[in-house]
């Protein structure tokens, strides 16, 4: 089922929406000013975002680069009142999938949710660019990796052995698939250098980010 993330201050517009994309069979979340859409749309996973331009505390132009800045790349559709065509493409341009006005038809928005939601499909299956684990998320295309908000800095093998351990995370990855995959060794050259590796990115993404299992290898928690 698709999560969708309503950011709009206005409950009369909201009640419709929430009820309307309900009832076609969608989670709905709702955040009433800028900042809470921020740190929902990073908590929490939502498959779009509907986005109105005026919002208390940050305006939606805020939320909209602070999230593609961030990386995410969920849909966002644009709803607002503004109806200049320079709105119009400042938002697109800015990283929006779609732009519509109010006032609006709800089976109108409903079905540009719809087309974006397949647009994503289809290129998430071309390829996937973000992986995520927790708070973490790589992006195998900038290479930026973050936590929550915070931008980490990785050297290139710190960076491979994180995309190895986030392909799957929640499962145990051994020491030598480590050693095979992130440093190319077929044999254990008898160093401790995957528990040295795990050790800085424990110092730069957190002390609980990666859990060490006895014997075994290293598990990414999910
Ligand atoms: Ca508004």
């Not at 419709?16 to 900042?35: C, N």
């Not at 009142?81 to 779609?98: C, F, M, S, T």
């Not at 930026?144 to 190895?164: H, K, P």
Request: one cysteine or more; aromatic letters at 6%; charged letters at 30%.
């Amino acid at each position: 089922m698709n999560r969708i993330l309503i950011v709009e201050d206005e409950v009369r517009i909201i009640a419709p929406v929430e009820r309307g994309l309900r009832s076609h069979g969608f989670i709905t979340a709702v955040a009433k000013d800028g900042r809470e859409a921020i740190s929902l749309a990073r908590d929490a996973d939502f498959d779009l975002l509907i986005l109105d331009i005026g919002l208390p505390n940050v305006d939606g132009w805020v939320v909209l680069r602070e999230l593609r800045e961030r990386g995410e790349q969920m849909p966002i559709v644009i709803l607002s009142a503004r109806d200049d065509i320079r709105d119009k493409v400042a938002g697109l341009e800015g990283g929006a999938n779609d732009y519509m006005t109010k006032p609006f038809s709800f089976q109108e928005l409903l079905a540009r949710i719809r087309l974006r939601l397949r647009e994503t499909r289809v290129s998430q299956t071309k390829e996937e660019k973000i992986l995520k684990a927790g708070n973490i998320s790589l992006n195998l295309h900038t290479h930026q990796v973050y936590v929550g908000d915070r931008l980490v800095e990785l050297a290139a093998r710190e960076f491979s052995l994180l995309e190895t351990l986030m392909q799957q995370p929640g499962r145990v990855i051994s020491r030598d698939r480590l050693l095979k995959e992130v440093w190319g060794y077929d044999y254990d050259p008898g160093s401790n250098i995957v528990d040295v590796y795990i050790g800085y990115l424990r110092k730069k993404l957190g002390n609980y980010s990666i859990e060490t299992v006895r014997g075994v290898g290293y598990c990414l928690p999910s």
